[in-house]
């Protein structure tokens, strides 16, 4: 009976580990040394938004082709990004985040992108998965794509609806609609 109920108990702790990246079609690694990204280091804040679940299955940030959400994401970039990178990603104690080169090339895509915020890099980089979680992540890299001043020809994140609706950053902030209060932001 003892026996049978510790299986019990470690099937179902199976199950509860095997929750978070279930549904992952994609596999996340360390941007520096490759080793495998936990999302279980995160806590579960955000994990069960829409945006978050898409780009487990997609790869790919929901968050590029809402507008209505670059008010909340500029608002975390400058409170988590902007004192090492600059209040347009210009460069500081941290790279520029607004031009087309990147120390890891992967940084060009959505993937990649969210492995160097969610793990971190070298240095001073270190990971964000604790002071932000993973769909605000996703929210800050939106801003980070939207403060972009490259050319659209390097913007490998972008498909091909994005491409051809591309302008280049205007140096404004994100509009808020409604006053001081951000606009609803949510993916359809
Ligand atoms: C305490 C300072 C600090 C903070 C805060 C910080 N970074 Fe960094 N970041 C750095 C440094 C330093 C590097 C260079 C690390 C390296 O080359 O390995 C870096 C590297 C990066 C890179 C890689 C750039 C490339 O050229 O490949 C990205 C992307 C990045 N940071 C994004 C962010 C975002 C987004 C945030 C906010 C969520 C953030 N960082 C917060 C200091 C910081």
């Known amino acids: 009976m003892i026996r049978k109920m510790w299986i019990a108990a470690l099937a179902s702790a ?3 580990t095997a929750i978070p990246t279930a549904n992952a079609a994609i596999e996340l690694h360390n941007t520096v040394t490759g080793e495998p990204l936990n999302l279980d280091d995160a806590g579960p804040e955000g994990k069960d938004v829409a945006a978050f ?33 600059g209040h347009v990603g210009e460069g500081k104690i941290g790279p520029a985040l607004n031009d087309s080169y990147w120390t890891y ?6 993937k990649g992108l969210f492995e160097t915020i969610f793990g971190g ?5 270190g990971p964000m998965y604790n002071l932000l979680n993973v769909d605000e992540i996703l929210l800050a890299m939106a ?3 939207h403060m972009y001043t490259g050319s659209k020809e ?18 404004k902030d994100a509009p808020k609609p409604q006053g001081d209060t951000l606009p609803e932001c949510k993916v359809d």
């Open 143 to 145: 801003w980070v794509r």
């Open 105 to 110: 090339p992967d940084n060009n895509t959505d």
């Open 14 to 16: 199976a199950v509860m």
């Open 121 to 125: 890099a070298s240095g001073q980089m």
């Open 53 to 85: 679940k898409e780009f487990l299955e997609t790869g790919k940030n929901p968050y590029l082709d809402q507008p209505n959400c670059l008010a909340k994401a500029q608002e975390l970039y400058l409170g988590a990004c902007s004192g090492c990178h």
């Open 154 to 171: 390097d913007a490998a994140w972008l498909n091909e609806k994005q491409l051809a609706n591309f302008k280049p950053f205007d140096g």
